[in-house]
């Protein structure tokens, strides 16, 4: 992978998209525009999400072993409950790691 | 809103060499690029082995929010040269945006707008990069950080910036359908499955958006 082209081309998207409005361009976005955008968080990020916490080199790995699920869950409760990112984010963090080492110790012993 | 930034560019700058990036990429992507989900997916998408277009065309998809920034903030710059304006442009976050739009449309008023902007830039921006050039030493130097687990940080703040967003139907159905198309699609060439998943989803959001009650749509 050439890493100046990924900056470059990383940058350059980024840099036209804030100083879009600020050189004659027009000055509103379309309101079908404005909607769509309200969907992008959800809809990038969630896909990213679910490949990673369910699959496993392209299969399902839907097993009591798989940490990042547990972790993901617990993240997802905490920010749900209490609204606070860092804290979901370490809490699911700190489960995730647990459940990574517990988990294997836990069948080895039943 | 530094003590919001700080943790992420740590985290950004440990992890960027577990994604194949080196000390001086992962630095330079932090200051030229300068803009932090868009970063954390494309570490996450190099890991996975993406294609080079397919990140750019990603961080397009992700940073198009940046569009409306630019417009909310055009009348607020429109007084300032046109190198000002190039240069201030590199600044505009999420943060950014934020702090200046709250601060430009508040009854207060009387403020210079290129002083507070570029006081506002550079406080962020050196949150931004330090934080992410100590990211990158604690990563090359503490042996083995990048198996503590850190790696699912970032699937952990990609929940975390779902999960409130959820509050209504059509945005549960995007989700819905973003997680279910990129599972199906997941064996797709180019690693393309993401950008199918998250066009179709916007795509159910805004069908079942028109289909509701404005109201409900509109929170």
Do not use: C
């Not at chain 1, 969630?46 to 972790?71: E, M, Q, S, Y």
């Not at chain 2, 868009?38 to 996975?48: G, N, P, S, V, Y």
């Not at chain 2, 082995?49 to 710059?77: D, E, F």
């Not at chain 2, 006081?119 to 950080?145: E, F, K, R």
């Amino acid at each position: 992978m050439n890493t100046v082209l990924l900056l470059a081309g990383m940058a350059s998207v980024t840099y036209v998209l804030r100083v879009g409005f600020w050189f004659g361009a027009g000055d509103s976005l379309p309101v079908w525009f404005k909607r769509a955008l309200r969907y992008v968080p959800v809809a990038v990020l969630t896909a990213i999400i679910v490949p990673a916490v369910l699959l496993k080199d392209g299969a399902f790995d839907l097993d009591i072993h798989n940490a990042r699920l547990v972790g993901a869950l617990a993240t997802g409760l905490i920010v749900w409950r209490f609204n606070h990112l860092l804290a979901g984010i370490g809490g699911g963090l700190l489960v995730f790691v647990l459940w990574r080492w517990l988990s294997p110790l836990l069948t080895a012993w039943m | 809103m530094v003590v919001g930034i700080v943790p992420f560019g740590l985290i950004f700058g440990t992890l960027a060499s577990s994604a194949g990036l080196s000390p001086w990429a992962a630095l330079a992507m932090s200051a030229l690029v300068y803009a932090g989900s868009a970063q954390f997916i494309a570490i996450t998408l190099l890991a996975a082995g993406v294609g080079l277009p397919v990140i750019i065309a990603t961080t397009l998809v992700v940073n198009l929010r940046h569009l409306l920034y630019s417009a909310t903030m055009q009348p607020y710059v429109r007084e300032l040269s046109r190198p000002w304006r190039a240069f201030l442009g590199h600044f505009l976050t999420d943060e950014a945006f934020a702090v200046l739009y709250n601060r430009f449309s508040s009854p207060r008023g009387g403020v210079d707008h290129r002083r507070y902007y570029l006081g506002v830039a550079l406080t962020l921006y050196a949150a931004w990069t330090g934080s992410t050039a100590i990211g990158v030493l604690l990563g090359n130097v503490v042996p083995g950080i990048q198996h503590w687990g850190l790696e699912f940080a970032m699937v952990a703040s990609f929940v975390g910036i779902v999960v409130p967003q959820l509050k209504n139907r059509a945005q549960i159905a995007a989700a819905l359908t973003a997680g279910i198309v990129a599972l199906l699609a997941h064996g797709l060439p180019y690693q393309l499955g993401l950008m199918v998943a998250a066009l179709t989803a916007v795509a159910v959001g805004m069908m079942l958006e028109r289909t509701m009650a404005p109201a409900e749509g509109e929170t």
